[in-house]
Every structure is written in structure tokens, then in C-alpha cells.
């Protein structure tokens, strides 16, 4: 027999639309952070760089060396960013111009924007950086990458997702 006594009640009443709308808000909410954490900043990116376009751009073996600006030029702007940040030229070897955006991943050469002091050394440091974006342009000239997904990638918290970068496949991303 079931019967219910009458002293219990349901602590709550059921009301499966409801809940189906609050699952509903949770996942768009979760996917548009998802979208920001790997969003793209349009002033970091070249716009001559594309998907469309990266066969004639960033897969073309010596691109990097044709758009950056002359050595002379880019060690000025180094030495401009090392004054702004008020650290001693004694140790300017110790930091490398960044390019938040890697210039091999669609990023501008010369954007202010898109430049940036990083140190050399530690686990988010330049060397790091410039192994994992060389390995995402690989990913992406092979097919087994779109460039927004590598770009993603670095503008997201590469060094925290990212902290063996001996052991990675391009589907790993």
C-alpha cells in the first residue's frame, strides 16, 4: 500500500520547466565565459592574416623575417617599454619584446598593442612561449588547427593549461 502520511510534504514543489531554465542559463552563461577567456583582441592581430590567407602569410617559410620591423627598430621599442616600466637597463637581457600575439600565429608586427615586456626565464616566460606558438603554427599550416583556435590558445592562460609542452598532439587543444 502506498500511502503518504499526512505530516510529510514535498520540501519543494517540482517544476520542471524551471529547472530546465536555469540549465538553460547556466550553459549560455558558461559558454560566452569560455569565449571570453580565448577571445581575440582585434588592435593584437594583422589583418592581412586570416585563415583564408595563411598559405601566402604565416605558412610561408621566412614570413616572420619579412614583416617584423629591422633589429635596430624593435630594440628601440624594447628600451622605450623597459623605461616605461621603470627597470634598470642593467636588466634589459633578462626580458624579450613580446608580442602577445605571435607574429607566426597572425599577430601584428607592429602594433603597439600588441608589444609587451615578458621575461625570458619561468614557466610563462618568452622561451616557453615562442616553443608553443612555433608548435601551434605548425598545427595550423598542417590542417590539424584553424588559426582562431591557435590564437585562442595564446590569449588565453597558455602557460597554466599548457605546462608540458614536451608531451602535446594538435588534437590536444
Not at 40 to 48: H, I, N, S, T
Request: glycine content about 6%; hydrophobic content about 35%; overall charge positive.
Amino acid at each position: 500500500m502506498n500511502r503518504r502520511e499526512p505530516y510529510v510534504t514535498d520540501p519543494l514543489p517540482r517544476r520542471p520547466h524551471t529547472a530546465r531554465a536555469v540549465l538553460a542559463t547556466l550553459c549560455a552563461a558558461l559558454s560566452l565565459r569560455a569565449g571570453t577567456t580565448n577571445a581575440q583582441k582585434p588592435d593584437w592581430l594583422d589583418p592581412q592574416v586570416s585563415q583564408a590567407t595563411i598559405v601566402d602569410t604565416i605558412c610561408v617559410p621566412g614570413y616572420v623575417d619579412r614583416v617584423l620591423p629591422s633589429f635596430d627598430a624593435q630594440m628601440k621599442l624594447k628600451e622605450k617599454l623597459l623605461k616605461q616600466r621603470s627597470i634598470d637597463e642593467s636588466f634589459a637581457a633578462e626580458y624579450a619584446l613580446d608580442h602577445r600575439m605571435p607574429v607566426l600565429l597572425g599577430g601584428s608586427p607592429t602594433s603597439p598593442a600588441n608589444l609587451d615586456l615578458r621575461r625570458w626565464e619561468g614557466r610563462s616566460g618568452q622561451r616557453r612561449k615562442e616553443r608553443l606558438a612555433v608548435y601551434l603554427k605548425r598545427c595550423v599550416c598542417t590542417g590539424d588547427m584553424t588559426l582562431k583556435a591557435a590564437q585562442g590558445v595564446m590569449a588565453g592562460d597558455w602557460a597554466s593549461k599548457y605546462p608540458n609542452l614536451s608531451s602535446m598532439s594538435c588534437g590536444g587543444f
